[in-house]
Structure formats: structure tokens, C-alpha cells
């Protein structure tokens, strides 16, 4: 098992600015995935990239995969308010024992 | 309706009393998850079970216990609550899907326990 730390722990920005969070693991990898929590509530699936995969896109969000240096980042493009939340990144490899970083608190001021 | 529902959503109980928590999918999965989040933190993961008759321990599995009664339905019990088990606590399905690569996480809408 292992876990993802996740860079900034907090980020705040102003409505429409581009938002930037890392993520960084230790071993190799089959997939990395993002997801984002609301306060208090569950944690919501965004994008899922593959160990072969460099780079992925969906709407605003765009997530690059670096393997040599076991990284990811999660690009969020023209941010709103509701794209306030926390988001983790959760790194997955063979053994399937998934366990959450901290995440990053992103605040997007109106 | 929701596809992974969580009973009781909020519950205040007193340290020493049993409690269980249930979780239910009706999304066809055979991997269940239960989480645990402290505040400002990320989730822990508690049990995870790949299918009715596997049962595993996470990262944090001391004071907890779980049930898989059938495909649908998790259920997590404190047997005897402790104050520093106040925390929400989040249930997860997912379906390896094609292979074992994918595995994305659908969560519940989590149960908020205090324990006094």
C-alpha cells in the first residue's frame, strides 16, 4: 500500500484563476486517481490517469502523470467558487490498499 | 436514489455503548470499503472486503468489526464506542471492472458519530 501526499495543503485563489495541486508517491504504480470532498460530505471521483498515461483531460481539470519522478498534478483552469473543496490524489498500486492523503484545501474567492 | 447509502447519518452515543453502522449499494459491486475522517485529515481506511467471504483489516482496524451480509451490505460495528472513535465515517464500493486497474471509489454520504 501506499500514499500520496498531496502539495499545497492549502491553496486560495480568486474566481477565475487557474488552480495547481501535486501529488507525490514512493513506489510504482498502476493508476493515480483525484478526487474531490466537500466539507463533509464523500469524496467524489474526477479523473483516473494510467501509469502509461503523461496527461489526461476532462473539462477544466487536466492531470499529468510524471513515473520517473512519481508525481501528479491536477491542473483546475478558469476556478469558481464551486470549486471549493478538498482534493485527493490516491496513488494505486498491486496491493490495493488505498489509503488517503490529507489532501489539499482549495479556496475560490469570489 | 443514491447508488451507496449510509443508516444512521448522524448518531451521538456514550462511550461504552455498541453501535453499528450500515452501508448498502445497489450499484452491483463486490468491493466494499469503511473509511474514517478526522477533521482537516484524510480518509483511513478501516475493513475493506473484495467480495462476501473476504474480509480484511486496514490501517486501522482496532476497536472496529465488520459484517458482510451479503453483496449490498457492509456493516461496521464499534463494540464498545470510545470517545477518540468520534469521527465521520465514509463507506466505498468498487468494481475492478476490466483487469484490476481501474478500482475507482464510489462513496456514501457518510455518518457523522460522536461518541460523549
Known amino acids: 500500500s501506499q500514499q500520496g501526499e498531496e502539495d499545497p495543503q492549502a491553496l486560495s485563489i480568486q474566481e477565475g484563476e487557474n488552480a495547481t495541486m501535486n501529488c507525490s508517491y514512493k513506489?510504482?504504480?498502476?493508476?493515480l486517481q483525484w478526487y474531490r470532498q466537500n466539507s463533509g460530505r464523500g469524496l467524489v471521483h474526477l479523473i483516473l490517469?494510467?501509469?502509461?498515461?503523461r496527461e489526461k483531460h476532462s473539462g477544466r481539470l487536466r492531470v499529468t502523470l510524471d513515473t520517473s519522478k512519481k508525481s501528479s498534478s491536477l491542473l483546475i483552469t478558469a476556478s469558481r467558487a464551486a470549486d471549493t473543496a478538498s482534493y485527493f490524489c490516491l496513488p494505486m498500486d498491486s496491493s490495493y490498499k488505498l489509503i488517503f492523503g490529507s489532501g489539499t484545501r482549495l479556496l475560490v474567492r469570489p | 436514489d443514491a447508488d451507496v447509502t449510509q443508516t444512521p447519518r448522524n448518531r451521538i452515543t456514550k462511550t461504552g455503548k455498541r453501535i453499528m453502522l450500515e452501508c448498502s449499494q445497489t450499484k452491483g459491486h463486490d468491493r466494499m470499503y469503511w473509511y474514517r475522517q478526522d477533521p482537516g485529515l484524510g480518509l483511513r481506511l478501516i475493513y475493506y472486503s473484495f467480495d462476501v467471504k473476504d474480509i480484511n483489516k486496514g490501517e486501522i482496524s482496532d476497536g472496529y468489526s465488520v459484517s458482510r451480509q451479503a453483496q449490498a451490505k457492509f456493516s461496521l460495528s464499534l463494540e464498545s464506542a470510545i470517545p477518540n472513535q468520534t469521527a465521520l465515517y465514509f463507506c466505498a464500493t468498487s468494481d475492478p471492472g476490466q483487469g484490476v486497474l481501474y478500482n475507482e471509489q464510489f462513496f456514501g454520504p457518510g455518518t457523522r458519530l460522536t461518541v460523549l
Open positions: 513506489t510504482s504504480i498502476n493508476n
Open positions: 490517469i494510467r501509469s502509461n498515461e
